[in-house]
């Protein structure tokens, strides 16, 4: 779902102009990063613009505009990059699982927690932004992260040696994912209470376990 006025699709005007190679343009972009959070907090979405994201972050507009053509284009690049934080995570999550042998009680219960941390819950100036981020993401982006993401735990889920476990198919994983990436999102747009509660993940692990066991 994108908002309005907001392009369908990424084009190269909504894309970093530059990559930031060297430790001062990396410090640049994670001002520039802050201070648009900080807005979206304060003010909302409808609230951002660059000027005064240039403003709050000390720049002028000419050095925001070297590395990002337009407001969409910042907030594309944090989603961006906390997406991929994210699928770094649960990698590195499931590897472990599977290097200890964990049951799969255990394994998905902190996939589903981490999950609901990055993509749902946290203090308000997070939830605001995860919000955004919902709202403005362009369909294909999160299809190939959750693509992503199944194929990888569909193999760690083979590797944990559970008898219990039916075989991770591609149509498992497609409805596991995109079940509690639904549930998930929902929440977070409906600004939900059980965002962060131990009764909301409870559910999403009880839904998951059952679809996953045989």
Same mark, same amino acid.
């Given at each position: 779902?994108?908002?309005? $006025? ?23 972009? #994670? ?12 003010? =909302?979405? $409808?609230? %951002?613009?660059? &000027? *005064? ?8 507009? $000419? ?7 337009? *407001?969409?284009?910042?907030? +594309?690049? !944090?989603? &961006? ?10 990698? @590195?999550? !499931? *590897?472990? @699982? /599977?290097? #200890? ?13 981490? %999950?609901? #941390? ?7 100036? *997070?939830?605001? !932004? ?18 992503? @993401?199944?194929?990888?735990? @569909?193999?760690? %889920?083979?590797?944990? $040696? ?18 509690? !990436? ?6 977070? %747009? #409906?600004?939900?209470?059980?965002? =962060? ?11 998951? +376990?059952?679809?996953?066991? /045989?």
């Amino acid at each position: 779902m994108t908002l309005p $006025g907001t392009p369908s699709s990424p084009s190269s005007s909504d894309s970093m102009r530059k990559l930031p190679t060297q430790d001062r343009a990396q410090r640049t972009i #994670e001002t520039i990063f802050q201070a648009t959070a900080q807005i979206v907090e304060s003010e =909302g979405e $409808g609230g %951002l613009t660059t &000027n *005064k994201v240039a403003k709050k972050a000390g720049f002028s507009i $000419g050095t925001l505009y070297q590395y990002f053509p337009s *407001k969409e284009a910042i907030l +594309l690049a !944090m989603i &961006n990059r906390e997406r991929r934080r994210v699928l770094d995570e649960l990698q @590195a999550l !499931m *590897k472990r @699982a /599977v290097q #200890e042998r964990r049951d799969a009680n255990s394994a998905v219960r902190e996939l589903v927690h981490t %999950l609901v #941390e990055s993509f749902g819950s946290g203090p308000k100036h *997070k939830r605001a !932004m995860i919000r955004l981020a919902w709202r403005m993401d362009h369909h294909e982006n999160i299809t190939q992260a959750l693509r992503e @993401a199944s194929e990888r735990n @569909a193999f760690a %889920l083979s590797q944990l $040696g559970d008898p219990t476990l039916r075989a991770p198919t591609p149509a498992l994983m497609f409805v596991a994912t995109r079940a509690v !990436m639904g549930a998930i999102r929902s929440a977070s %747009l #409906e600004d939900s209470p059980l965002l =962060g509660t131990p009764e909301f993940e409870d559910e999403l692990v009880r839904m998951v +376990l059952g679809v996953i066991r /045989v």
